[in-house]
């Protein structure tokens, strides 16, 4: 136990300390010879691989700026916003809820959390839209290389920060949502149709609603969403990993532990990103150094799987580049990197969305990726976002 | 006029899809129109499957089934989906089964019938099993023509209800008990043991944030062929009807009544002709005995209209929904014959009369409408006085004012267990019933369980059935035996699931429980190669077991099997 804790602490990424070379520079190569140069900046399975043998090579890095709604709506808004005595977001309407970043104020983690959780993400999305065939492809990869595919597709309306789609900022009767999602299987057959329809209150203190269509009883069935550790076989990721962190903002504990230059890459080249049969590494990406904001997560309820988690905050977009997790045990458990790629809204201007997101379980071998490129402001009515849309849903079938 | 209908249906779709396919198609040439069409919007789905059964059980002389194979069902279904515009889409499947039968079955249920007088018996044809029509298992035309309204034609399905495994409000289609085991959902689930039916059905979102939706379904039923069932629990051998044969569910039937070496089941519900048999010195003479003939009217059960509608809210939490059904209930358990006239065996009465041949009572299927009155809900509770439940609770409500049930006598004359009761000529009597099902499910971990994965959970679930007979009366009893039916009958089940390996091999149990002392289970375990997510191959058992033969899932106890089935989805 004290063996684990000690590796943790090592792991653990010291701020403005820990970017181990930041003179890299577009053109250079990582590989076994010089991984030293980005220890700390990649995951530590990623660097493992680079260790035994892994290249990869270094680009310029993409810049985005923010949507020019979104940067308004912060400016009107965010001088009201404040938290409440549990962290809870008080005042916010729409925007980022705190621009001005005092890195020396003590609650500084907490609305790092709130930036990460209104982030820009359109007023809602289809997950999959921009990938060829507008679904997300996920691969489970076993241990000895054996693979499974599955197809779904996921839509998310936020129904209350509302930028460019009419009406805006909220949907009448929607102020007490933060977002809506409807997620449909589509391949192989068996799974498909089936739908889940989740909503998240903005009341803290109440659970989210998760319903699920499934087409073998053609019944909708009800589930509870306190159990957020639960494995999502056969994938590696459990319900509060879903966009890296995915849970209720105040049922956690946020600890700034500093800035951090990292490697990520926001221009992501081919979709679904090349690889081996058998293996999540990306072969021919290149990866570019990226200024984060390093945040600790620990949960209120120490029943709770991940004890840490480690986010790394884009500092521009505040979406998460390498997302790292530990056990109880203070093992280092599961690796989790995304990567950007720009996509355009109907009036041409440019944004960016994850693209391939890859999460490792060190301990048991198995990792899973998920290509999952959006396409923003679809327009969506509030109505797709009910128990008749699931009632509807036929195999194979789009609810679009 | 049947055919006729039957004949518009598919003109009616036809010319719906060609409208909408040709407002789509404008603009560039026809063939890369439909070429881009077929590549963007049409997708193809389905599965092959092939499921070999084996008996394991020790059988009886009347399902002589002892260890041999009772089941090789071949099925494929082809699935086509077509998202045609925003506001139409179309489904298409058909179901192509072959399921050759067996001799052994065949001899055994010749063997198995006795007849008084003596007639000509035949097991079931060979191809009954099979399904080969061209005409589509499922085609249904999506309209969307307004955000807050859905309207579905076509061939379909349309289920209500919360419950697993066991139908209770879910009776809107008929289902097919015919290859299927009862009470094993892990064999063959719901939607594949479904007949989906013509018709529309309608959701009208009235308020999209709390999901106060208004849907209306109605089911003309005369489009379908009425299949013979075979999963009932009135035999040939019993009854008479020689259109009526036992299949390889059909419920065990009743052989306690015997009277003068003769099966005696049609004293349960009238007397002889004979005036001396209803005399005070017990009878001796043949003529006492009474032969059952069942006859049935068409449209049988699913093969009739149905009407229904409900309305959905959601009130914080609580969903619910409360509906109406108007039509046939379907479900085999529920028949209820009436008692339409006696007459004697031979041509004339003379010989009934003389005390040289019995009676022949017949009974008619009651096809009388049957009224559901319905209601459902959920709740998931996170905690309950500070402890984590974490529990989703459902529960569905069916209340049928008057429902027939049939009735007799206990004890009966002649030392039988039942015969007629006089009170009830008909045989049959109308009481309120109540139906309802609680089910409780949760994810569990349970860590020494799962070394390989602590987090992948548990999926348990727990339910319980009750029916409830208001102004219950003794002597009410199913048709097929002489067990009486409760004024509360209760059924709980219990289903617990969970993958290991990640998710290559996931077992599944299915347990049914009956107070009264009957029990069902249905394990199953299956494989999924970590290499190939469209294979799946399951070994399943389907056991029934109780402290006798004549009631709940003691009518399956000579019919436990095993069966491994193998599946590619394509």
Known sequence: ?400 | MEATQRQLVPLVVGILLIGICFSHASGESPFDEWEKFLQEKVSFRGFVENTTGLSVSHGSHFFDTSNRFIMNRFTIQPEFNVDMTDWAKFFISWRFVKEPRYNAEAKSRKQSVTYFPAAPVKPLSNTFYDEDSFKPWEAVLDLKPHDQLKIRLGRQFISWGETDGIRLLDLINPQDLTFSPPAAPNLFNLDETRIPAWGLRTLYTIQPVSNTILEFFALPGGFEQAKQRVDEIVGSNDTGDLKVRYGRWSAHPETRLTFLGRNAFGNLFANSIRPACSGAAPPTSISCLVIPSTSRELPDAGDSWKIGSRISHSIGKLSFSLGYIWGFNPQSTDMVFKVKGVNCSAPVPGPCLAGTAPSVVNLRLVNDRTNIFAGQFNYPVADLFGLPVNTAVRGEVAFIPDKPYNISKYPGAFGLKATADPKHPDGTVEKHTLRYALGFDRTTLIPFLHPDDPWRAFNLSFQIFQNIIFNHEDGIHPFSTAEKIKRVSTTFTFRASTGYLGDTILPDVFVGYDPEGYWSANPSISYVPPGNEKIRVSLVGALYGGRNKFKSFGFFDEKDSVFLKMRYQF
Not at chain 1, 335 to 354: H, I, N
């Open chain 1, 1 to 400: 136990m004290a063996f684990s804790l000690v590796l943790m602490c090592l792991a653990l990424p010291v701020p403005k300390t820990l970017a181990a070379d930041p003179d890299l520079k577009p053109g250079d190569t990582i590989g076994p010879n010089n991984w030293q140069r980005i220890q700390g900046m990649v995951g530590e399975n990623f660097l493992n691989r680079i260790k035994a043998g892994h290249t990869i090579q270094i680009k310029p890095s993409k810049t985005y700026r923010a949507l020019k709604e979104y940067a308004d709506a912060t400016e009107k808004y965010s001088g009201k916003v404040h938290l409440g005595s549990n962290g809870e977001l008080l005042g916010h309407v729409a925007g980022q809820p705190f621009p001005k970043m005092d890195l020396s104020d003590p609650q500084i983690g907490q609305k790092l959390a709130w930036n990460f959780f209104w982030r820009w993400l359109g007023d809602d999305y289809k997950t999959g839209g921009a990938v060829k065939g507008g679904k997300i492809i996920r691969s489970a990869i076993e241990k000895d290389g054996a693979e499974r595919r599955a197809d779904l597709v996921s839509y998310f309306l936020f129904p209350r920060t509302r930028y460019i789609l009419d009406p805006k900022p909220v949907i009448p009767g929607y102020e007490h949502i933060d977002y809506m999602q409807l997620r449909v299987d589509s391949y192989p057959r068996d799974a498909a149709g089936t739908t889940t329809l989740e909503i998240r209150y903005a009341d803290p203190n109440r659970a989210d609603d998760l319903y699920i269509y499934i087409p073998s009883i053609r019944r909708i069935r009800r589930a509870t969403t306190t159990q957020r550790c639960q494995t999502l076989a056969p994938s590696e990721f459990n319900l509060d990993d879903i966009n890296s962190f995915n849970g209720k903002i105040t049922d956690f504990n946020y600890k700034f532990l500093g800035e951090k230059k990292i490697l990520a890459n926001l221009s992501q080249e081919h979709l679904p990103f090349h690889r081996k049969q058998g293996d999540y590494l990306p072969l021919d990406e290149k990866w570019e150094v990226v200024d984060t904001y390093v945040l600790e997560i620990t949960p209120k309820d120490s029943n709770y799987c991940y004890p840490r988690k480690l986010l790394h905050l884009n500092k521009m977009t505040f979406d998460t580049h390498w997302t790292l997790i530990w056990d109880k045990r203070g093992e280092y458990w599961k690796e989790q990197f995304g990567m950007f790629t720009p996509v355009k809204l109907a009036d041409g201007r440019e944004v960016w969305s994850v693209a391939d997101v890859v999460i490792v379980n060190v301990q048991n071998g198995r990792s899973t990726i998920v290509t999952a490129t959006r396409s923003y402001n679809k327009g969506y009515p509030a109505s797709m976002f009910g128990l008749s849309t699931l009632e509807s849903v036929m195999r194979g079938g789009s609810i679009e």
